[in-house]
T-cell receptor, first 114, second 113 residues
Framework: GAVVSQHPSWVICKSGTSVKIECRSLDFQATTMFWYRQFPKQSLMLMATSNEGSKATYEQGVEKDKFLINHASLTLSTLTVTSAHPEDSSFYIC??????????FGQGTRLTVV | SQQGEEDPQALSIQEGENATMNCSYKTSINNLQWYRQNSGRGLVHLILIRSNEREKHSGRLRVTLDTSKKSSSLLITASRAADTASYFCATVGSASGTYKYIFGTGTRLKVLA
């Protein structure tokens, strides 16, 4: 079945630094990649939607300058958390879409900002 | 918020008992899916039920869907300690060739041995 590989699975960074999270679709072309954030004991909230070769669309309340999304190819999308702060500590997970209702989620990244 | 509502928020049962969790949503859907998430881990897909289906079974799981009431339920029979996890419903709607997922608030299930 289709697989989305996400890494790193966990990362600890210092406040003020930037962190990049990668999602690769291994055996299909993800025309659209969705990025979600999940705070402890809460549900997954959609942050942004990216289409290959175009700018990402951000959900209300998500700072586009803080969460930089790049979807340069059909198999790779990246989320960069810039100038990270402790309140950005969260679980980030991506989902690749190839125009079918089945979901292809990455394994998720646990970000801790200290 | 478009987020779906789930109840109960938390459920604690004894091993061997059945667990039922409910999901209500607001928009029209293509399908509805249930996921399990162990603490701090990724999502595990459990079952998908299409909008034209009313009930679906998979092993110890039984899912129902009532599109007129915009609600779904997940029943786990003969629960085990290993079923302890958070369970999320996700409503899936299609738009412009992609599928948008909206997750419910989740039910934290604890199965006591």
């Amino acid at each position: 079945g289709a697989v989305v590989s996400q890494h790193p699975s966990w990362v600890i960074c210092k406040s003020g630094t930037s962190v990049k999270i990668e999602c690769r679709s291994l055996d299909f072309q993800a025309t659209t990649m969705f990025w979600y954030r999940q705070f402890p004991k809460q549900s997954l909230m959609l942050m942004a939607t990216s289409n290959e070769g175009s700018k990402a669309t951000y959900e209300q309340g998500v700072e586009k300058d803080k969460f930089l999304i790049n979807h340069a190819s059909l198999t790779l999308s990246t989320l960069t958390v810039t100038s990270a702060h402790p309140e950005d500590s969260s679980f980030y997970i991506c989902r690749g879409d190839r125009g079918r209702p089945e979901a292809f989620f990455g394994q998720g990244t646990r970000l801790t900002v200290v | 918020s478009q987020q779906g509502e789930e109840d109960p928020q938390a459920l604690s049962i004894q091993e061997g008992e059945n667990a039922t969790m409910n999901c209500s949503y607001k928009t029209s859907i293509n399908n509805l899916q249930w996921y399990r998430q162990n603490s701090g881990r990724g999502l595990v897909h459990l079952i998908l039920i299409r909008s034209n289906e009313r009930e679906k079974h998979s092993g110890r799981l039984r899912v129902t869907l009532d599109t007129s009431k915009k609600s779904s339920s997940l029943l786990i029979t003969a629960s085990r300690a290993a079923d302890t996890a958070s369970y999320f419903c996700a409503t899936v709607g299609s738009a412009s060739g992609t599928y948008k997922y909206i997750f419910g608030t989740g039910t934290r299930l604890k199965v006591l041995a």
